[in-house]
């Protein structure tokens, strides 16, 4: 079983601010989190698919 990664998890891989993610969530932007009571939590596999799914070429 995969571990779930936390908010703070996936900024620090993406090496982009927390506040950064949420802003993304608003904007249905990013990768996709799911609510686990208050907390927000993302499927490790699931952020790295979205990262590699990015262009190379866009700037």
């Given at each position: 079983?995969?571990?779930?990664?936390?908010v703070d998890d996936v900024a620090a891989y993406l090496k982009v601010p927390v506040k950064t993610l949420?802003?993304?969530?608003?904007?249905?932007?990013?990768?996709?989190?799911?609510?686990?009571?208050?907390?927000?939590?993302?499927?490790?596999?699931?952020?790295?698919?979205?990262?590699?799914?990015?262009?190379?070429?866009?700037?």
């Amino acid at each position: 079983m995969n571990p779930l990664w936390t908010v703070d998890d996936v900024a620090a891989y993406l090496k982009v601010p927390v506040k950064t993610l949420y802003d993304w969530r608003t904007r249905d932007y990013g990768p996709k989190g799911k609510r686990v009571g208050k907390y927000l939590r993302y499927k490790a596999e699931e952020v790295i698919a979205w990262f590699e799914s990015l262009d190379p070429e866009a700037a």
